[in-house]
């Protein structure tokens, strides 16, 4: 595709359940990014992988968070044992490369935990 | 830690108006400066980078400036629209090994017909 996307666009689950969010950076991208927004707030960050390992994973919040990129392009946020604190949107972007290039953002997925 | 300032937090202007929005930060060793728009529910437009070794730069109505030295970016939208009502967000990337961008809080813009 043309963008990043990100699926799904919206989730809701319950407090103490498990989710996955999946995002599909632009194609050629090798450096690919997670981000979290809360309202009213810009985004933080969350997570970078340059190819397939993550280079810097020292935003996650804690070991509820975990993300993979096994093939150095798709990438999935994991969340474990949700508190209704993690409800934000997350957002992934994507670059050419890590360093010094314009990072491309996907609309985000709404997560809800109620 | 570097903290992105932007001011004014919420902007209202009549239709055809210039207009400056302001981005400060803290730590001056940065790669480069983004500008984004975000609007209601949806993701970040990009919509200028600046390299830490320029001034300025241009883009249709917009025109970003950076300060690397004082810690400063403006961005100035001329004969303001409508359309441009959303909210404007400022990030910059680190220097060193860091690739994350740190964001200010963002200014919501409205722009009155």
């Known amino acids: 595709g043309a963008g990043v996307s990100q699926t799904p666009s919206n989730k809701v689950t319950e407090k103490g359940k498990y989710v996955e969010l999946r995002c599909d950076p632009i194609s050629g991208h090798t450096a690919l990014y997670w981000y979290r927004q809360s309202l009213g707030q810009g985004p933080e960050f969350l997570i970078y992988?340059?190819?397939?390992?993550?280079?810097?994973d020292s935003g996650l919040p804690n070991d509820r968070f975990f993300a993979v990129r096994p093939e150095g392009s798709v990438s999935t946020l994991k969340i474990q044992r949700t508190e209704r604190g993690d409800s934000a949107v997350y957002l992934c972007?994507?670059?050419?490369?890590?360093?010094?290039?314009?990072?491309?953002f996907g609309p985000g997925t709404r997560l809800t935990v109620l | 830690k570097q903290e992105v300032t932007q001011i004014p937090a919420a902007l209202s202007v009549p239709e055809g108006e210039n207009l400056v929005l302001n981005c400060s930060f803290t730590?001056?060793?940065?790669?480069?400066l983004q500008w984004f728009r975000q609007d209601p529910g949806k993701g970040l437009t990009s919509l200028l980078l600046?390299?830490?070794?320029?001034r300025e730069q241009t883009s249709g109505r917009l025109n970003a400036s950076l300060d690397k030295s004082s810690g400063r970016s403006t961005l100035y939208i001329a004969a303001s629209q409508p359309g441009d009502s959303a909210t404007y967000l400022c990030?910059?990337?680190?220097?060193?090994?860091?690739?994350?961008?740190?964001f200010g809080s963002g200014t919501q813009l409205t722009v009155l017909p």
């Open positions: 992988f340059q190819g397939t390992g993550a280079a810097d």
């Open positions: 730590d001056s060793a940065i790669y480069n």
């Open positions: 990030a910059v990337e680190p220097s060193g090994s860091a690739r994350q961008l740190t």
């Open positions: 600046i390299q830490s070794s320029q």
């Open positions: 972007a994507s670059s050419v490369s890590g360093s010094m290039n314009e990072q491309f």
